[in-house]
């Protein structure tokens, strides 16, 4: 089974390193990138290259599940980039009703790095007062009307697009 869908956009990738720090490197693949076939299922897998979401929350919980005690979220401008949908996204109108079994259908996969100009920066809910005390578990996390943004200083973007991009992910 062979690629079938694309995408260029905005992607929220969750992490244990700290903002300054993935604000200098980005993000490096986590192993070589492969497409596969699943030996249970008969169907295409693929893995490898640097594992994003469509949204903060399923990005969030994704690390969760590992037992990490701190995570950070961050928004990634990819807009230039190729990115590969793992499944067909199944995700409600709002990010915020997102469902467990929605997770996974989130995940959109680069084979490449992630440049740190390319880090727009750090979000966390407006449910709590910095990044360092956001929760991402999907049933704490869900009320979010607002995403707070940490801009990285060195998004190509600049501040202004920043907050512009920010804003695509508010509801109010």
Known sequence: ???????????????IGLPY??????????????????????RGSISGGVLTSLSAIAAGYTIVQSQCPRIFV?????MDYGGI???QPNMPRSYRYLESHQLRSCNVRFTHPIFDSDVVGCVWSDQFPNP????????VALGPSRLRLAVNPDYHGGMAKAEEIARLFSFD
């Open 1 to 15: 089974m062979g690629i079938k869908s694309y995408f260029s956009g905005y992607v929220f990738k969750a992490d």
């Open 85 to 87: 949908l793992e499944e």
């Open 21 to 42: 720090d993935l604000f200098r490197k980005g993000f490096q693949i986590e192993s070589p990138f492969n497409v596969g076939q699943s030996q249970s299922q008969g």
């Open 74 to 78: 961050y928004l990634i401008d990819a």
């Open 132 to 139: 360092q005390q956001a929760i991402w578990f999907p049933r």
